[in-house]
């Protein structure tokens, strides 16, 4: 796993700024939870905004709901952490082991995101106490509608 990815600039082009080669270097995810599919800005330690694709093939949607498919809450919630793992994992001196969920704030579901909707997600870092725990801020919307959004808390397991 690489150490580091250079500080970014943003890109609101929407040019590629991490791909999803490196996502996988930076995050322990991988199918069918990896949900991050490109970083569009990023600036390491402090903020992070991410696309993720939604499409019907996705494996959740087989049974959530037949005749009606509809994202899970859990798995939007679990899209905006991996975008804010993706700012944690960037800063420097922290030491080395994964960061899981310790707690979940605020967290509010706007409307449902249903296959063909892309969620830009958007992660800012909080605070980091202790170099152990961390607290983003995130917001998902698709074309501009504010989906979801929450405090989110990461704990360093050893």
Known sequence: MPDS???STPA???TVVLSSE???GLLPHRYPFALV???IEHVPGERAVAIKNVTLNEPQFMGHFPGRPLMPGVLIVEAMAQVGGLIVTQMPDLPKGLFVFAGI???RFRRPVVPGDQLRITCTLLSLKRKRFGKVHAEATVEGELVCSGDLLFSLVD
């Open 12 to 14: 609101s082009t929407g």
């Open 105 to 107: 704030d605020g967290v």
């Open 5 to 7: 990815v250079p500080a």
């Open 22 to 24: 490196q996502i996988q």
């Open 37 to 39: 599919d490109r970083v």
